[in-house]
């Protein structure tokens, strides 16, 4: 009764963090994102983990406010232990998943006021977000050796992840990249291996199949680190 009582408030608490800013501007300054991180940092058990982890990212998304105490908290460090966790596999790729979506997010509302006249609102945000320097603490603390290690995996969706990741960070990662003559061997191996599966997605008649946007994706970051 317990655990289905726990299941219950979990989703419950989650559901709150996602769709409600006031909700979640008070979970901030309440603790729960230390609490949440704390979880993370600590021995739990894997569903747990998991569970944390996403309300993390759910409590991340579209708020700058929470990013900025995700950063003074230690956050990055905490997501780097767990991706160095044996055994995580899944764990990585959801780590990397939200690393990608906050470095984009901040792109996208950057980018959203260039063809318009932006808005109070829209300036506002763009303040805020000012205020979260993810990408050179990525840099600083060796992301941009420990995100190519996905592309060892053999799930493609992995691999297309840490790829996205990869030129999302390519900013403050490239000169790394382009000295580093493994990655780029990877890259190449990487390469004639999705020539090949989009080669047989063109036969059946698919032109624009998932091998072959992972093959642009890795022709785009090879031309980056060449």
């Known amino acids: 009764m317990r655990t289905q009582e726990s299941k219950r408030i979990h989703v419950k608490c989650v559901w709150c963090f996602c769709s409600n800013p006031r909700v979640q ?8 994102l230390q609490k949440l991180l ?8 894997l569903p747990l983990k998991k569970k944390a982890l996403f309300a993390v990212a759910c409590l991340l998304r579209h708020f700058p406010f929470a990013q900025r105490h995700f ?16 055994g995580g596999g899944a ?32 300036q506002e945000r763009l303040r805020q977000y000012s205020q979260v320097s993810l990408l ?11 995100v ?3 592309l060892a995996s053999p799930e493609h969706d992995w691999r297309e992840k840490a790829l996205r990741t990869l030129l999302a960070m ?4 490239q000169d790394l990249y382009r000295q580093d003559r493994s990655l780029a061997r990877s890259l ?7 020539q090949e599966l989009a080669e047989g997605e063109r036969g059946l008649g698919d032109e624009d199949g998932y091998f072959g946007e992972i093959l642009t994706l890795l022709d785009t970051v090879l031309g980056r680190v060449r």
Do not use: N
Not at 99 to 109: A, G, P, R, S
Not at 170 to 173: Q, R, T, V
Not at 188 to 194: C, I, M, N
């Open 25 to 32: 501007v008070e979970a901030v300054e309440g603790g729960a």
């Open 38 to 45: 704390l979880l993370l940092a600590t021995d739990r058990p």
């Open 71 to 86: 950063l003074q908290l230690g956050g990055l460090q905490v997501l780097g232990e767990l991706f160095r966790t044996p």
């Open 91 to 122: 764990m990585r790729v959801r780590v990397v998943t939200l690393l990608y979506d906050m470095i984009v997010e901040k792109e996208l509302i950057s980018q959203a006021g260039l063809d318009v006249v932006p808005d109070a609102s829209h």
């Open 136 to 146: 050179p603490l990525l840099e600083e603390q060796g992301w941009c050796g420990l």
């Open 148 to 150: 190519p290690e996905l």
């Open 170 to 173: 390519m900013p403050h990662c």
């Open 188 to 194: 190449s191996a990487l390469q004639e291996q999705y």
